[in-house]
């Protein structure tokens, strides 16, 4: 379904509410007919292939935001420069995802499952600089953290930003990949508040239009109250199976299959390496213990 947001804008609502893998995308509908993200679900993608997209612009190299770009071979793609080479390629893409805690046959496993397809990169798309996109004039916001090259993409006349994984979803800020960066996420959300937008385009949310900052606060606070349990467990010295078997990142109650477990070990790794670069924490081996 196509939501007109503002003259020639529409918010495109996905299947599912929004879940993965799909997401909230946006159509322009000017001169250019731009797409923002492109998992938008199998109807959508029917309408849109009708109207026809000049232009894909990707937030970050995620699946549940690019799994649609090749249903588009004659569109110029553009992504942020740190995002561009994984989405041009599986390998670097598997890479993202992270090549340690023996993870290559689970990346393979999971890319066949869902039939991703690799897409080309046009234009690399730097923090800063402003797209004239007709109806929109958007400026690119480098928000790295949940990816190094994800992008909000904002448009001061209306007050809109399209925070796109800056989700505000109730399960909080995800960084379960070896390309995140947990401190970077805080900033990028920092970022988010300083700009006050008035409207806020989730990626799995769509529009959010009350209490923002308010709930932007409450997102951040998610990270800082898993960081709070990390050191709390860490009381007494622990090695990083037990670490990982409190489920701080995706809680107690949740029974995680191979690659969930996966994502809480990277979700609980990358606490750990903020939490050393903070100086809270240092290791010996495989044993974390408080300074
Ligand atoms: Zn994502």
Redesign the pocket.
């Known amino acids: 379904m196509f939501i007109e947001i503002s003259p020639e804008v529409y918010l495109i609502e996905p299947p599912n509410g929004g879940k993965f893998p799909h997401c909230f995308c946006i159509y322009i509908d000017g001169e250019q007919k731009i797409l923002i993200d492109t998992s938008c679900g199998a109807e959508n993608l029917l309408a849109l292939q009708k109207k026809g997209v000049d232009i894909i612009i990707n937030t ?1 190299f ?1 699946e ?2 690019i799994f649609n770009n090749h249903h588009f071979p004659t569109a110029s793609v553009w992504a942020h420069k740190l995002d561009a080479a994984a989405i041009r390629s599986l390998d670097v893409f598997m890479d993202c995802y992270g090549d340690i805690f023996d993870a290559q046959n689970l990346w393979r496993e999971f890319l066949d499952d869902i039939k991703l397809k690799p897409s080309p990169v046009h234009r690399e798309l730097a923090g800063g600089e402003t797209l004239d996109l007709g109806p929109w004039q958007l400026k690119v916001v480098h928000t790295p953290g ?2 190094p090259g994800h992008i909000g993409l904002w448009e001061e006349k209306y007050g809109v930003l399209v925070s796109a ?1 800056i989700d505000l979803s109730g399960f909080g800020p ?1 960084y379960g990949h070896l390309c995140s960066n947990i401190s970077d996420f805080l900033t990028s959300i920092e970022l988010c508040r300083q700009m006050k937008p008035r409207t806020m385009i989730s990626a799995h949310k769509g529009l959010i239009e009350q209490d923002i900052d308010r709930k932007l606060l409450a997102y951040r606070d998610v990270i800082l109250t898993k960081e709070e349990q990390v050191l709390d467990f860490l009381k007494e010295p622990k090695n990083f199976s037990q670490l990982v078997s409190r489920q701080i990142f995706y809680g107690q109650r949740i029974k995680l299959d191979e690659l969930y477990k996966w994502f809480e070990k990277m979700a609980i790794y990358q606490h750990l390496i903020r939490l050393e670069s903070l100086g809270l924490v240092n290791h010996s081996g495989d044993t974390y213990y408080r300074i």
Do not use: I
Request: no cysteine.
């Open positions: 970050h995620h549940d935001h949940h990816t994984d995800w």
